[in-house]
């Protein structure tokens, strides 16, 4: 009888503790999840989701009929401040391994998803890396959007002014000049950034930039420090991975950074 009380208590703080978030909560927050390199190295890093667990999570989305919309969509609906349909999320890789092609381009194209990629662009087309046939291949394809990560991934807050605008202009020009379009979304490394580096992103003529998560910076509204989640080995688990894909987790780690 105790444990019935226990969880009937436990019941009725859960559904306050929703219907208190759900009345103070106006704006749906569309989940944004980082990727990195999907192979089996999981044992090794944190970083690492396997390619059979990447289908399996698209594959979850795809059933579950997830709206899934390219990041520039995701900006869209920040400027209008439009109403954002229910299930909606944006997927995006960070770095440019060349495994994003050959393991989860595949995957998106079979179910339609799209998605954006950041590469490093001083590391293109070395080994282990995605090259540039590649990159305009998943590019031409129109589900894949790609996005500067800089020229060499480096900690752009403690960077000279000179070199940082270099590492954000010159990975933009090039990408743009090798694959024949506008490329307008940008990665902060590491996820590293400050009012300085935001400007300067602002500058070089990027719509928007992505963070990580978590971050201790203002980003409600504000499309150049975009937070994402990190979708990880221990998301192999679909109930994980569900929970983390809805905008309620995102929603709470938003208020938490606050
Ligand atoms: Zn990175």
Not at 131 to 153: A, C, N, Q, R, Y
Not at 164 to 187: A, R, W
Request: charged share 25%; proline share 4%.
């Amino acid at each position: 009888m105790k444990r019935k009380s226990l969880l009937i208590f436990i019941g009725i703080v859960v559904v306050m503790a929703v219907a208190f978030t759900a009345f103070f909560r106006n704006t749906y927050t569309v989940p944004v999840l980082m990727y990195h390199s999907i192979d089996n190295r999981g044992n090794e890093t944190s970083l690492s989701v396997s390619p059979e667990s990447f289908e399996r999570q698209m594959e979850f989305l795809h059933r579950n009929h997830y709206n899934v919309i390219p990041l520039e969509k995701v900006i869209s609906y920040i400027e209008k401040k439009e109403k954002v349909p229910p299930k909606t999320l944006a997927i995006t890789f960070d770095d440019g391994f060349y495994n994003n092609y050959k393991c989860a381009f595949p995957v998106l194209k079979k179910y339609n998803i799209p998605a954006t990629i950041f590469v490093i662009v001083g590391r293109i087309g070395q080994e282990g890396w995605v090259g540039w046939k590649e990159l305009k291949e998943m590019s031409d394809s129109g589900l894949i959007t790609i996005g500067s990560h800089t020229v060499s991934h480096i900690w752009l807050p403690t960077m000279g002014t000179r070199k940082l605008k270099d590492e954000l202009s010159q990975s933009k020009e090039i990408l743009e000049k090798n694959l024949g379009k506008k490329v307008d979304v940008f990665c902060y490394p590491v996820g590293a950034f400050d009012d300085r580096v935001k400007n300067n992103v602002k500058e070089a003529g990027y719509a928007c930039a992505v963070a990580t998560n978590p971050g201790k910076l203002p980003t409600k509204g504000d499309k150049y420090t975009i937070r994402r989640i990190k979708i990880s080995r221990s998301s192999d688990n679909l109930l994980i991975f569900w929970a983390e894909t809805s905008d309620w987790y995102t929603w709470f780690k938003e208020q938490r950074a606050q």
